[in-house]
């Protein structure tokens, strides 16, 4: 299919995004996501049964297939778990007094997420200005490491319209391992509101303010700048400190 980011729906789908939410983010159609996202576990299903068949088969070996279901069950937990990893290893970083690099990376994501809806309309307004580059997400997010005012980061990012996106895409595909681990955590009654209490703030089109907040969840304002605090904390352990999730 033309001029359809499949990778990015397969990313999002492996997050445990609905088709219809992705639909709705990507400005698509739902069945063309849903097509894409039914297209892709075909292909794995029969990379599965190949990869069987090419096996030597000394004794008689039984099959077990895999539902889309299950496969997508399967991505959620690892996500889950990558998300424990990161959250463990923020954590000890971040009580090394010696060292800022947390504190600088919960800045640029407080940052990021102020800013997302103006590099998302930069990224979308500047589509056919984009080239192909090397730099991935990380790149990039390192890169702002050794900067101190905000004005400077942003325009940094939005120096090219492949760079914006990619930073984008990056932090969509974070929030879809975001809305993966509190779905999965074991408070999830609590993780989730801190979620939708972070998307409701920062990513929705219409966003709302603390004191809404407080009213949507009949919570305390206290409430919800605490659920803001540690949503980002985790928010900063995917954005920053996940491997191997580059987003092109």
């Known amino acids: 299919?033309?001029?359809?980011?499949?990778?990015?729906?397969?990313?999002?789908?492996?997050?445990?995004?609905?088709?219809?939410?992705?639909?709705?983010?990507?400005?698509?159609?739902?069945?063309?996501?849903?097509?894409?996202?039914?297209?892709?576990?075909?292909?794995?299903?029969?990379?599965?049964?190949?990869?069987?068949?090419?096996?030597?088969?000394?004794?008689?070996?039984?099959?077990?297939?895999?539902?889309?279901?299950?496969?997508?069950?399967?991505?959620?937990?690892?996500?889950?778990?990558?998300?424990?990893?990161?959250?463990?290893?923020?954590?000890?970083?971040?009580?090394?007094?010696?060292s800022s690099r947390a504190d600088r990376r919960l800045r640029n994501t407080k940052l990021l997420l102020r800013n997302y809806h103006i590099l998302k309309e930069h990224a979308e307004n500047s589509v056919f200005g984009r080239t192909q580059m090397e730099e991935s997400a990380l790149d990039i997010l390192e890169s702002m490491m050794s900067m101190y005012d905000n004005d400077v980061i942003i325009e940094s990012i939005k120096r090219s319209a492949t760079r914006t996106a990619v930073i984008v895409s990056h932090i969509d595909t974070m929030f879809g391992l975001y809305a993966a681990y509190c779905n999965n955590a074991p408070n999830r009654e609590i993780e989730m509101r801190r979620y939708e209490i972070i998307w409701d703030m920062y990513m929705t089109d219409v966003t709302l303010t603390a004191k809404e907040l407080a009213e949507k969840h009949q919570i305390s304002k206290d409430t919800v700048y605490s659920d803001i605090r540690e949503g980002i904390n985790r928010l900063t352990a995917l954005i920053f400190g996940v491997d191997g999730l580059n987003v092109r």
């Open 1 to 98: 299919m033309q001029n359809v980011d499949t990778e990015k729906i397969i990313a999002l789908s492996k997050a445990g995004w609905k088709t219809d939410r992705i639909a709705a983010d990507m400005h698509m159609e739902w069945d063309i996501v849903d097509r894409v996202i039914a297209d892709y576990s075909e292909r794995e299903n029969k990379k599965i049964e190949m990869d069987q068949e090419d096996k030597p088969q000394e004794k008689e070996i039984s099959f077990i297939s895999i539902t889309s279901d299950q496969l997508k069950e399967i991505y959620q937990k690892a996500a889950v778990i990558g998300a424990k990893e990161a959250l463990k290893t923020f954590e000890q970083e971040r009580k090394k007094e010696y």
